[in-house]
């Protein structure tokens, strides 16, 4: 998951790039990179951490120009330790084109050896998206060869693309002198949208992830991109747009309505505001079949991304809404936090309890969805020290079972809790006196009623059916050595950290 963003405009677009990015902290708090172009000459400034500690006012200064791309990473492929990683990429041949991408390719591997082998590209990091912008700038060179690029030429290559990678991939790059191109995986899994300003200086097109990217900066929404649709904007703010998928049909992932996006973005249509009222409402029935609403005295989300689900549940079954744990908002998400070290560690210092909502009462917590079982577990602690004679937990998700690969943290079996493990056996480990999960269907339905247009969901992570068709067991072990030598790199990133900050103090 990541959180990217790209600019045609006439006035210098440093700043309006700054403030998406901010926008879209939450889709990746790991690295953070801009592009500005002026003429063709491109000025790039991408480090490691969050946007405001990345971007100082002289790396402001160092990005001229009124085109420009940016990206917000929470790294799924690769070394999230490896600042070479961060996005945005950049190859000078041909034209000069720099790339960033939200997703996973599920095929990167092989397609790294078939760059080597048959194009005569080198792949320098473990990085999917440097394969990506390869595969796209081979594609565009042989469009484009001995004749003008033209729209429809990018749209040829798009194609092409589309039938050399697999996987989730929402991107957005930057062709040097001609202009702008957002394209999306033919199943739409990973979102992005575009939107339109009219500034003194003249027209301005924005693609971003999210609808909180464009509201925020003044851009009016004009619509989704299609699965499958390359949409370029030429340097005099022109869109243009052709489908280059055979078969594209609309697929997005469950898990941004779940989770990933801001509750005030719309994607693809749906409110997820709404999606999780809808989800809050159909958890309700699960719980008043599960247990006897008497028995809950309290109903409390666990901050942030629960609370309209916790709200519409504790309506649904007659009982006080109230919060009961204040976030330090100074700590970043502990689910896309990159070391299970790190993210143990940060549980406490994130969140703190009012005692006086728990002392003495049976409380039903609620949490957007519940994938390792760490933080579930602390928190079902936590209550418990706060004075709760009983603790419930709900959560507005179904049981994450199963690994993912379009671009979510959480590929290896071994890490979700619900992976073999039994509804009571979770409960036990957790430490709750009682257990509630959001049905899968039901989350499917109450979901894709806010727009019948879409054909499915992307939910492997729930029913273990991955919508590409191309994965396979191997695939699945492949990706979990790739991630088990990650995990290996955070704990020594972390305590590599440690050590610094240990030997400054000492100094």
Same mark, same amino acid.
Request: glycine letters at 8%.
């Given at each position: 998951?990541?959180?990217?963003?790209?600019?045609?405009?006439?006035?210098?677009?440093?700043?309006?790039?700054?403030?998406a990015l901010?926008?879209?902290?939450?889709?990746?708090?790991?690295a953070?990179?801009?592009?500005?172009m002026?003429?063709?000459?491109?000025?790039?400034?991408?480090?490691?951490g969050?946007?405001?500690?990345?971007?100082?006012?002289?790396?402001?200064r160092?990005?001229?120009?009124?085109?420009?791309?940016?990206?917000?990473?929470? @790294?799924?492929a690769g070394?999230?330790?490896?600042?070479?990683e961060?996005q945005?990429?950049?190859?000078?041949?041909?034209?000069?084109i720099?790339l960033v991408?939200?997703?996973?390719?599920?095929?990167?591997?092989?397609?790294?050896?078939?760059?080597?082998?048959?194009?005569r590209?080198?792949?320098n990091?473990?990085?999917?998206?440097?394969?990506?912008?390869?595969?796209?700038?081979?594609?565009?060179?042989?469009a484009?060869?001995?004749v003008?690029?033209t729209?429809?030429?990018?749209?040829?290559?798009?194609?092409?693309?589309?039938?050399?990678?697999?996987?989730?991939?929402?991107?957005?790059?930057?062709?040097?002198?001609?202009?702008?191109?957002?394209?999306?995986?033919p199943?739409?899994?990973?979102?992005?949208?575009?939107?339109?300003a009219?500034?003194?200086?003249?027209?301005?097109?924005?693609?971003?992830?999210?609808?909180?990217?464009?509201?925020?900066?003044?851009?009016?929404?004009?619509?989704d991109?299609? @699965?499958?649709?390359?949409?370029?904007?030429?340097?005099?703010?022109?869109?243009?747009?052709?489908?280059?998928a055979?078969?594209?049909?609309?697929?997005?992932c469950?898990?941004?309505f779940?989770?990933l996006?801001?509750?005030?973005?719309?994607?693809?249509?749906?409110s997820?505001?709404?999606?999780?009222?809808?989800?809050?409402?159909?958890?309700?029935?699960?719980?008043i079949?599960?247990?006897?609403?008497?028995?809950?005295?309290?109903?409390?989300?666990?901050?942030?991304?629960?609370? @309209?689900?916790?709200?519409?549940?504790?309506?649904?079954i007659?009982? @006080?809404?109230?919060?009961?744990?204040?976030?330090?908002?100074?700590?970043?998400?502990?689910?896309?936090?990159?070391?299970?070290?790190?993210?143990?560690?940060?549980?406490?210092?994130?969140l703190?309890?009012?005692?006086?909502?728990?002392?003495?009462?049976?409380?039903?917590?609620?949490?957007?969805s519940?994938?390792?079982?760490?933080?579930?577990?602390?928190?079902?602690?936590?209550?418990?020290?706060?004075?709760?004679?009983?603790?419930?937990?709900?959560?507005a998700?179904?049981?994450?079972?199963?690994?993912?690969?379009?671009?979510?943290d959480?590929?290896?079996?071994?890490?979700?809790i619900?992976h073999?493990?039994s509804?009571?056996e979770?409960r036990?480990?957790?430490?709750?006196d009682?257990?509630i999960?959001?049905?899968?269907?039901?989350?499917?339905?109450?979901?894709?009623?806010?727009?019948p247009?879409?054909?499915?969901f992307?939910?492997?992570?729930?029913?273990?059916?991955?919508?590409t068709?191309?994965?396979?067991?191997?695939?699945?072990e492949?990706?979990?050595?790739?991630?088990t030598a990650?995990?290996?790199?955070?704990?020594?990133?972390?305590?590599?950290?440690?050590?610094?900050?240990?030997?400054?103090?000492?100094?």
């Amino acid at each position: 998951m990541c959180g990217i963003v790209g600019v045609i405009s006439k006035a210098p677009v440093n700043q309006l790039i700054y403030d998406a990015l901010l926008l879209l902290q939450h889709r990746g708090q790991d690295a953070a990179g801009i592009v500005t172009m002026l003429g063709t000459q491109c000025f790039m400034h991408k480090a490691r951490g969050m946007v405001k500690d990345v971007f100082r006012t002289r790396n402001m200064r160092s990005l001229p120009g009124s085109v420009g791309l940016g990206q917000v990473r929470y @790294p799924t492929a690769g070394n999230a330790f490896n600042e070479e990683e961060a996005q945005p990429f950049y190859v000078n041949a041909p034209y000069g084109i720099v790339l960033v991408h939200n997703g996973n390719l599920t095929n990167a591997h092989a397609l790294k050896q078939e760059l080597f082998d048959i194009d005569r590209r080198h792949i320098n990091t473990g990085s999917d998206t440097e394969v990506l912008i390869n595969v796209l700038a081979h594609e565009i060179e042989r469009a484009g060869r001995d004749v003008p690029l033209t729209p429809q030429l990018v749209f040829r290559a798009v194609r092409e693309v589309h039938k050399r990678i697999r996987g989730s991939y929402a991107v957005v790059a930057l062709i040097a002198g001609y202009g702008l191109l957002a394209f999306r995986d033919p199943y739409g899994i990973r979102p992005l949208v575009i939107g339109e300003a009219d500034t003194p200086e003249g027209r301005e097109v924005m693609v971003a992830s999210e609808t909180v990217a464009l509201e925020g900066t003044g851009h009016q929404v004009l619509r989704d991109v299609a @699965p499958g649709e390359a949409v370029f904007i030429d340097l005099d703010g022109r869109i243009h747009a052709e489908q280059c998928a055979d078969k594209p049909a609309l697929n997005p992932c469950m898990f941004e309505f779940v989770y990933l996006a801001r509750p005030d973005s719309v994607i693809d249509g749906i409110s997820v505001y709404q999606a999780r009222l809808n989800l809050g409402e159909t958890l309700a029935q699960r719980v008043i079949s599960t247990m006897p609403p008497t028995e809950i005295d309290v109903v409390i989300p666990i901050p942030e991304s629960s609370r @309209p689900s916790a709200m519409q549940l504790a309506q649904k079954i007659g009982k @006080p809404y109230r919060e009961g744990f204040v976030k330090n908002r100074y700590v970043g998400r502990t689910f896309i936090m990159p070391g299970q070290g790190v993210r143990k560690k940060s549980v406490r210092q994130k969140l703190n309890a009012i005692v006086q909502e728990f002392r003495g009462r049976n409380v039903l917590l609620v949490d957007d969805s519940i994938v390792r079982g760490t933080t579930s577990k602390e928190i079902v602690q936590m209550a418990r020290e706060a004075g709760a004679r009983k603790v419930f937990m709900a959560s507005a998700a179904p049981p994450v079972r199963y690994p993912n690969v379009y671009g979510i943290d959480m590929p290896t079996r071994e890490e979700l809790i619900a992976h073999g493990r039994s509804v009571e056996e979770i409960r036990a480990y957790i430490g709750a006196d009682a257990l509630i999960y959001q049905d899968v269907d039901a989350m499917k339905r109450v979901v894709r009623q806010l727009n019948p247009a879409i054909a499915g969901f992307e939910a492997s992570c729930f029913d273990g059916t991955y919508i590409t068709g191309d994965v396979s067991i191997a695939d699945f072990e492949a990706i979990e050595n790739q991630r088990t030598a990650a995990r290996k790199d955070d704990e020594d990133g972390d305590e590599r950290t440690r050590l610094t900050l240990q030997s400054r103090v000492e100094q």
